[in-house]
């Protein structure tokens, strides 16, 4: 076999092993953008990033977003507090925290 017969048959196959990793890496990407932690406030943050409960918090207002940090959500919720006050909500991946959770985090 020549070096034009193997090279283009095998260019073509890179090509479609390297498309094929990047489709597979862009759905992990994705979900890692997202926010893991959320919180509503009574009052609007004075700060718009805020390091509570070991994560570093982007507030726009009265709406706080964070990414998981391995801590224990109601440990997180109530870091939280201290540094911005009262929440009205908090969620965790989409989940509300319940109503007795949220009062225990706003102590």
């Given at each position: ?18 498309l094929g990793m ?86």
């Open positions: 076999m020549t070096f034009r017969r193997i090279a283009a048959p095998l260019a073509a196959l890179l090509s479609v092993s390297a990047g489709l597979a890496a862009a759905p992990a990407g994705a979900q890692g953008s997202a926010p893991y932690f959320r919180a509503e406030l009574v009052n609007p943050a004075d700060e718009a990033r805020v390091i509570a409960g070991g994560v570093l918090w982007r507030c726009e207002g009265t709406s706080c977003i964070a990414p998981e940090n391995g801590k224990r959500p109601l440990r997180v919720c109530r870091d939280l507090n201290r540094e911005v006050g009262k929440l009205s909500s908090f969620s965790i991946n989409g989940e509300a925290l319940a109503e007795d959770r949220l009062a225990r985090c706003n102590g």
